[in-house]
């Protein structure tokens, strides 16, 4: 029988338990991305909390390219000293953090038409309607580098690992996905074609940082439109992944906020679950790779939450709203007091002033 508080290995890294805090976008950052008290606390306590593996909110690669305020950054050296003191300050708590790396393109509405955003094709987003560059070679070299250089600064900041963002409509989904990408050159047509620019982004990652650094990397399971990136695309897109060397798959879905009221609907042939919204997905992704799956949204039940766990390959779950409404839910439930989560995943902590439970646990307690 396979435990939620038992060592677990992803990739290089040897964590304490099964539970990772999924990427969260803080929005407590001062203006250029850098960290802030408020922020560094957030991380202290999931730390204390006995979380497994943090991965911090996305951080941009490129200066310019900020698809939302307060975010990360990661795009010079000047992150690498208060870096490194995060990730002490993390370890000390013999938890592990990896950072988020992400282009966001036009899943955007911040500072459009102030700055360039780039993207595979000129096919506006969906939820933002927002239409980028189609970018020349030129341009992909670019970014590419940016991803790299970015990589090379986390592992010198002392993290135990990197995420590249390729999910939820941002720059690399839409490499992807047919629907944005309607490119005729060697980026664009088959999914070969579509994968390169992600596969270029993790070969060149891979050379920069050794093979002793875990790079996970996150993939929508669908983008549940006509015409969109398919399950059956996600599923040999991971098996490409894992013959190049990644060392895990993170996997979501593209549903923009809509979860709750998609509970039951079926997509590609598999419904999201109320626990575990895209654990059907996941489960096919880890009877088919044998590097380990991470399963995201909607986890607030640690006995179905076990219950997955030792009736799927799965081996690591993520959980991000739960935290806010209850930042210390991994040390209550190791502790024996099994209750559900309090989150009422009613999606309210997005705020101005940064992410935050304004139900239970309202910013400044």
């Given at each position: 029988?396979?435990?939620?508080?038992?060592?677990?290995?992803?990739?290089?890294?040897?964590?304490k338990?099964?539970?990772?805090r999924?990427?969260?976008?803080?929005?407590?950052?001062t203006?250029?991305?850098?960290?802030?008290?408020?922020?560094?606390?957030?991380?202290?306590n999931?730390?204390?909390?006995?979380?497994?593996?943090?991965?911090t909110?996305?951080?941009?690669?490129?200066?310019?390219?900020?698809?939302?305020?307060?975010?990360?950054?990661?795009?010079d050296?000047?992150?690498?000293?208060e870096?490194?003191?995060?990730?002490?300050?993390?370890?000390k708590?013999?938890?592990?953090?990896?950072?988020?790396?992400?282009?966001?393109?036009?899943?955007?509405?911040?500072?459009?038409?102030?700055?360039?955003?780039?993207?595979?094709?000129?096919?506006?987003?969906?939820?933002?309607?927002?239409?980028?560059?189609?970018?020349?070679?030129?341009?992909?070299?670019?970014?590419?580098?940016?991803?790299?250089?970015?990589?090379?600064?986390?592992?010198?900041?002392?993290?135990?690992?990197?995420?590249?963002?390729?999910?939820h409509?941002?720059?690399?989904n839409?490499?992807?996905?047919s629907?944005y990408?309607?490119?005729?050159?060697?980026?664009?047509?088959?999914?070969?074609?579509?994968?390169?620019?992600?596969?270029?982004?993790?070969?060149?990652?891979?050379?920069?940082?050794?093979?002793?650094?875990?790079?996970?990397?996150?993939l929508?399971?669908?983008?549940?439109?006509?015409?969109?990136?398919?399950?059956?695309?996600?599923?040999l897109?991971?098996?490409?992944?894992?013959?190049?060397?990644?060392?895990?798959?993170?996997?979501?879905?593209?549903?923009?906020?809509?979860?709750?009221?998609?509970?039951?609907?079926?997509f590609?042939?598999?419904?999201?679950?109320?626990?575990?919204?895209?654990?059907?997905?996941?489960?096919?992704?880890?009877?088919?790779?044998?590097?380990?799956?991470?399963?995201?949204?909607?986890?607030k039940?640690?006995?179905?939450?076990?219950?997955?766990?030792?009736?799927?390959?799965?081996?690591?779950?993520?959980?991000?709203?739960?935290?806010?409404?209850?930042?210390?839910?991994?040390?209550?439930?190791?502790?024996?007091?099994?209750?559900?989560?309090?989150?009422?995943?009613?999606?309210?902590?997005?705020?101005d002033?940064?992410?935050?439970?304004?139900?239970?646990?309202?910013?400044?307690?």
């Amino acid at each position: 029988m396979k435990l939620l508080f038992e060592e677990a290995k992803l990739g290089k890294i040897v964590l304490k338990n099964r539970f990772v805090r999924s990427a969260t976008w803080e929005n407590m950052t001062t203006e250029d991305g850098h960290l802030t008290k408020e922020l560094i606390n957030i991380y202290e306590n999931l730390a204390k909390s006995e979380m497994g593996l943090i991965i911090t909110g996305y951080a941009n690669v490129m200066k310019e390219e900020q698809p939302n305020h307060g975010m990360m950054g990661i795009y010079d050296d000047s992150f690498i000293n208060e870096y490194k003191k995060l990730t002490e300050l993390v370890h000390k708590f013999d938890s592990k953090i990896i950072m988020q790396v992400a282009y966001g393109g036009t899943k955007t509405t911040y500072n459009v038409g102030k700055r360039l955003i780039y993207a595979p094709s000129e096919i506006a987003e969906q939820s933002t309607n927002v239409v980028g560059k189609a970018m020349t070679k030129e341009d992909i070299d670019l970014v590419i580098n940016a991803f790299v250089d970015a990589a090379k600064r986390i592992q010198e900041s002392g993290f135990d690992g990197i995420e590249i963002h390729a999910a939820h409509t941002y720059l690399i989904n839409q490499f992807l996905s047919s629907y944005y990408n309607k490119r005729t050159d060697e980026y664009g047509g088959s999914l070969e074609n579509r994968m390169r620019f992600l596969v270029e982004i993790y070969n060149k990652t891979r050379e920069k940082v050794g093979n002793d650094f875990t790079i996970v990397v996150k993939l929508t399971s669908s983008e549940f439109f006509e015409g969109g990136m398919t399950f059956d695309e996600t599923r040999l897109i991971c098996r490409e992944l894992e013959s190049i060397g990644v060392d895990a798959i993170d996997i979501t879905g593209n549903i923009h906020g809509k979860a709750k009221s998609m509970i039951g609907e079926a997509f590609d042939g598999y419904e999201l679950q109320k626990e575990g919204y895209f654990v059907e997905y996941a489960k096919v992704i880890s009877d088919e790779v044998s590097i380990p799956t991470i399963s995201v949204g909607g986890f607030k039940d640690i006995s179905k939450i076990e219950n997955i766990l030792n009736e799927s390959n799965i081996e690591f779950f993520a959980l991000s709203r739960p935290l806010l409404a209850e930042p210390n839910l991994i040390k209550r439930w190791k502790s024996g007091d099994k209750k559900s989560a309090i989150c009422i995943s009613c999606s309210k902590c997005r705020t101005d002033q940064g992410n935050y439970c304004v139900v239970f646990n309202k910013k400044n307690n």
